[in-house]
């Protein structure tokens, strides 16, 4: 079965930020639901991600260069996958920032599903810290 043959559906939430000097670091979250297409998730699974971040001056995602890949950081939970990483970027005082996930196969990058719904983060220096702007977003994505 190809990727291209299952729904991929992810929820993607910033849950935590702190900081460290001029660089955020924040811990992502999301679910990822399998269906009865066969894949796993998590170390040595079948399907991995990647993370892509932008400004509000760029018009889309570079997505030849994800600012994080290879995410396997995943666990099941009685019907789905839920997966977390740490992402340490360093973050301009005051901009907004933008992040999206993509699920693709881990042996054939590829063969990818389109980006999740969108999340926002600012890093506000005055403050010693960031925020998530968005919450929680949830995407079904065919790839």
Same mark, same amino acid.
Not at 1 to 22: D, H, I, N, P, R
């Given at each position: 079965?190809?990727?291209?043959?299952?729904?991929?559906?992810?929820?993607?939430?910033?849950?935590?930020?702190?900081?460290?000097?001029?660089q955020?670091?924040?811990?992502?979250?999301?679910?990822? &639901?399998?269906?009865?297409?066969? +894949?796993?998730?998590?170390?040595?699974?079948?399907? *991995?991600? =990647?993370?892509?971040? /932008?400004?509000?001056?760029?018009?889309?995602?570079?997505?030849?260069?994800?600012?994080?890949?290879?995410?396997?950081?995943?666990?099941?939970?009685?019907?789905?996958?839920?997966?977390e990483?740490?992402?340490?970027?360093? &973050?301009?005082?005051?901009?907004? +920032?933008?992040?999206?996930?993509?699920?693709?196969? *881990?042996? =054939?990058?590829?063969? /990818?599903?389109?980006s999740?719904?969108?999340?926002?983060?600012?890093?506000?220096?005055?403050?010693?810290?960031?925020?998530?702007?968005?919450?929680?977003?949830?995407?079904?994505?065919?790839?």
């Open positions: 079965m190809k990727l291209s043959q299952f729904l991929l559906v992810a929820t993607l939430c910033v849950y935590g930020v702190t900081t460290v000097g001029a955020d670091t924040i811990n992502l979250a999301w679910d990822w &639901f399998p269906g009865d297409s066969g +894949y796993t998730s998590g170390p040595n699974g079948d399907i *991995a991600y =990647s993370l892509y971040i /932008r400004t509000a001056d760029d018009s889309d995602y570079a997505y030849d260069d994800p600012v994080v890949s290879n995410l396997d950081n995943c666990r099941w939970e009685v019907d789905h996958y839920s997966c990483t740490t992402l340490k970027y360093a &973050f301009a005082p005051g901009e907004a +920032y933008y992040m999206v996930a993509v699920a693709y196969l *881990a042996d =054939s990058p590829m063969q /990818r599903s389109l999740s719904n969108e999340i926002a983060h600012r890093y506000n220096s005055a403050e010693g810290g960031g925020g998530g702007g968005g919450g929680c977003f949830v995407n079904m994505a065919h790839p």
